[in-house]
């Protein structure tokens, strides 16, 4: 063998027996141990109890259950008009609009005219009117003409009695379309002319009406606009919406404070001055109405804000919502009964908030509830449950094979 072919083995040799014996030594170490599962907690008398290693633990958060205190509540509110001082003015008759007599934002007295409209149909009422004063007229002279005679015996009582039922009827038509033009102001001559004014002194909140259109009584149906809103912005209205049990800290004369996001900070004291008798059957909810004063005119309609009261919840104690499970028509409570162990409490609830809820019964006051990770505690203890149940079935099983 040429000397260069007998150093090329013993190279090759030099690299493969190390990687050999490198394998021989891995094939002869021990494999790693299997690393351990976390110890899960199991059920004893009822209760929950968790190894002192499980992790789970530091994720249970309590909250000692404490006597019920007066709690603040906030209900959303909406801002509305007056409407003990708001009047909305509609066209009564068809016709054109021939003058506009003031503008938005302005102030208006009781009786100042808002709208002129040239209306056909108060032309005619106007000619009625004319006509049946008119006949009036003709009817009492005939009347009194009458009368003389009849005093003098020169004509029959029947011409008397018939002169008399005439005048009464005429007076009575003449009553009636004057009491027609009337409802709109009293006018002396056919112009028709129609003036829509004002019966109350305050705002135009509303304007919707142009020169030159023409309205038709049947475009102000339930929902339209109306020509003018006048009202007095000096107080609002705010619809609140509130919950059943909310319900009794919101009836007539109880104080509340008002928060509109758009004004920052600023409160408003208001107060309910009614509440409605039904549920809307949509959002479960009672509309009640308050009122506020407004004399710096800051509020506005349309508004949208928060009413804040304060609650008295009686006797019980009070628990973080969280707290609070629901299993079918039952309320749980979970209640730490020591370091490592939980105990389910079926409870009756006076009050279920967002925020809090109120226990009547089923714990005792400075027990330790668990508030924070309550369902997976309640995931634990079903599969807990589950594995006590197998566990005894297959004890049972065993038993009677032996």
Known sequence: MPPFIDRCVIDVKKIILPLVFSGILMACSE????????????????????????????????TPAKPAEDIAIDLPAHLVWNEDHTQRIYAPLTGRVAAIHTDLGKSVRKGDPLLSLLSPEFGAAQADASKAMADFRFADKNYLRQKELHD???????????????????KAEADRALSRINVYGSHS??????????????????KNVNPGQELRPEQFGPGALAL?????PGSLWVQIDAQEADVSALKPGASFDLNVAALGDQKFKGRVVASADVIDPNTRTIK??????NPKRILKAEMLGTARINRSLGK????????????????????????????????????EGSQVSIIASGIEPNEEVVSQNSLLLAREFRIAEDAAKNTASLNGKSAESK
């Open 316 to 351: 019980g104690l009070a628990v973080p919502a969280s707290a609070v499970l629901l299993r079918g028509t039952q309320h749980w409570v979970f209640v730490k009964k020591g370091a490592d162990t939980f105990e389910p409490r079926v409870v009756k609830l006076s009050y």
């Open 288 to 293: 009640v109405r308050g009122l506020i004063d």
């Open 31 to 62: 494999a790693p141990a299997p690393k351990t599962a976390e110890p899960q907690p199991i059920l004893q008398n009822g209760q929950l109890r968790f190894p002192e290693s499980n992790s789970q633990l530091s994720l249970l958060a309590t």
């Open 189 to 206: 001559m056919v112009n028709q002319k129609l003036v829509l004014s004002s019966d109350l002194a305050g705002i135009v909140v509303e």
């Open 228 to 232: 003018f809103v006048i009202s007095d």
């Open 152 to 170: 003098a015996g020169i004509v029959a009582r029947k011409d008397f009695e018939q002169a008399e039922a005439d005048v009464m009827r005429a």
